[in-house]
Structure formats: C-alpha cells, structure tokens
C-alpha cells in the first residue's frame, strides 16, 4: 500500500490556488456548461434571475456541494489505494455521459499539467479528488482551496451563461457576487462532512446533462 508524501510549502497557498483555479489553466473548463446550454435552450434559463436560481440549486444541491465532499475526502486520503477507490466513486456519480467527461477531462488536464509544472506525482484522476490531492501534496490550507474550488466551478458556468442566455458581463458578474456567500458557506459545511452525506436534489440539472448529449446544435461538451 503507497503512501501519500506530502511536499514542503514555500509559496503563498493563495498564489498557488489562484494559478490552478484561474480561468488560464488548461483544465478546459471553459468547453464544459454542466448542462446549461439545454437549460437555455428549452427556456428553463433565460435572463439573470433564472440563471441565479439555476446555479445556486447546482451549488448548494447538487455538484457543487458533492464535489467538495469529494475533494475534502481526496485531500484526507493517506494512501493510493483509498484515493483510487474514492477516484471510482466519483465517476460512479456522474448522472450522465457528457458529466463524467466534464469531471474526467478536467481531472487528466489539471493532473497532467499540476504533475509538470509543480513536480508533484499525481496521476489522471477526476477533478475534484485531482485538486484535493494535489492541495494536500503542496500542503495548502484545506478551507481555502474548498472555497476557491468552488467559486471557480461558479465563475466558469457564468461565464457559460454570458455566452448562452445571454446575459451582460455586468449582469453576470451581479449573479456572481451574489452567490459568493453560498459559495463560502456551503463548502465551508461541506469540508467537514463525510463522504456518506454525498447527496444530489437538482434532479433537472442532471436531466439537462442527459438531454443535452443529443442536443442539435451545440457550444459546449457538456
């Protein structure tokens, strides 16, 4: 059984969360709407208020709140073979096919680019328990790297939905901000939760992932 060897910090952890939640990382994050892209389609989304009622259910409901759980539990794993169990979990939890590429995809890229750049050993994993490991490997602060996680999961779908609905960049960074206290607060609540309180009620986020792979004409993978 492989332990986990965890590398002396020597940079603020800020910085370092900053470069690999920041919109220039090549996770690809930028190619994937997390089912949105249906969403507006069908007019479930359609202006700013819609849109912020959308992704705070996906925050506080569904991905966002599990995918912290899931990088919590990654960041606490002391050996390969739990991080490889939990890594087979999380796939096990994507609802449809284009939503375990969104989390596959991403996971690979940060891994691939995060090994080369900051000489860690991190293999292809999903992009939470990818981020949570590599976080404890650098030995940055647990509450911070939830916190920015899940802020840049919030930034990259309204930047989506500036695209799609579309909204005004001033009226997408509104939406934004608003959300930042739910952002804080759920993965501050989610970082001390076990990975059995995993749970998901934004059931039309997940049927629009599902609808959304046979979409006619489309922006994004997901």
């Not at 206290?181 to 992932?209: G, K």
């Amino acid at each position: 059984m492989a332990m986990i060897t965890r590398i002396p910090m020597t940079i603020d952890p800020v910085l370092i969360l900053a470069q690999w939640l920041a919109p220039t990382y090549p996770v690809g994050a930028y190619t994937y709407s997390h089912g949105l892209e249906w969403a507006v389609q069908t007019g479930m989304v359609q202006d700013a208020d819609s849109f912020r009622d959308w992704l705070s259910d996906v925050v506080e409901h569904g991905a966002g709140r599990n995918d912290v759980i899931l990088l919590t539990a990654a960041y606490e794993a002391t050996d390969e073979d739990s991080l490889q169990g939990l890594d087979e979990f999380a796939r096990a939890l994507a609802p449809s096919a284009e939503r375990l590429l969104e989390t596959d995809q991403q996971g690979a890229a940060f891994a691939q680019t995060t090994a080369t750049v900051f000489k860690q050993d991190l293999s292809a994993l999903t992009y939470p328990v990818a981020v949570g490991r590599a976080a404890s490997l650098q030995n940055l602060p647990l509450p911070e790297t939830a916190r920015l996680f899940l802020h840049a999961f919030a930034a990259n779908l309204t930047s989506a939905a500036i695209r799609l609905v579309p909204l005004g960049q001033t009226a997408g960074q509104q939406a934004l901000h608003d959300l930042a206290p739910l952002c804080q607060s759920v993965s501050d609540q989610a970082i001390t939760e076990p990975l059995d309180a995993i749970a998901a009620s934004a059931f039309a986020t997940d049927v629009a992932s599902m609808n959304h792979e046979t979409q006619y004409s489309r922006l994004f993978r997901s």
